[in-house]
């Protein structure tokens, strides 16, 4: 082995150990907050140090530890499935298409109600709730299947 191609291990070793008493970013970039009390922060990539992805991260509002559901414009988000973070309008369209969707099956459930319509009954759970045909089950039709 030539002196060229030998990687000075203790080199690399002591460079890593000096590099651990250097502070790290440990608070991220505030990136924005939802109306549901959750604020979000990223820590860009840097390829140079060979972090390829941005951390990513939410902290919920005080005294709701990660009761409330994420909206699902800022899941994508954390999720990487998404680039940018969700603009205000984005987030505002979206919650206003779900309220006038709750108002829009609330109005239709009075409807259903006004015109007589019954509550929706849960169905029953277990091997009693497959439907029962009477070609499979009992009956003249399997007597006459096994002449």
């Known amino acids: 082995m030539s002196n060229g191609e030998y990687r000075h291990v203790w080199r ?3 460079q890593n150990f000096i590099n651990s008493f250097r502070p790290r970013q440990i608070k991220g970039n505030h990136i924005g907050k939802d109306y549901i ?3 979000y922060f990223e820590i860009p990539a ?3 140090r060979g ?3 941005p951390s990513r991260w939410y902290d919920p509002p005080k005294g709701h530890d990660f009761e409330n559901p994420i909206p699902p414009e800022w899941e994508s988000w954390l999720r990487y499935r ?3 973070p969700p603009t205000e309008e984005e987030i505002a369209n979206n ?3 779900a309220e006038l969707k709750k108002e829009n099956a609330d109005g239709l459930e009075a409807k259903r109600l006004a015109e007589g319509g019954s509550l929706p009954t849960t169905p029953e759970r277990g091997p009693q709730s497959f439907p029962k045909y009477p070609e499979y089950y009992g009956g003249d039709a399997m007597n006459t299947r096994r002449k």
Do not use: H, M
Request: glycine fraction near 6%; hydrophobic fraction near 40%; proline fraction near 6%.
């Open 12 to 14: 690399i070793v002591l």
């Open 37 to 39: 009390g959750n604020i």
């Open 46 to 48: 840097d390829p140079s």
């Open 51 to 53: 972090k390829r992805r």
């Open 82 to 84: 998404r680039q940018e």
């Open 95 to 97: 919650l206003a298409i």
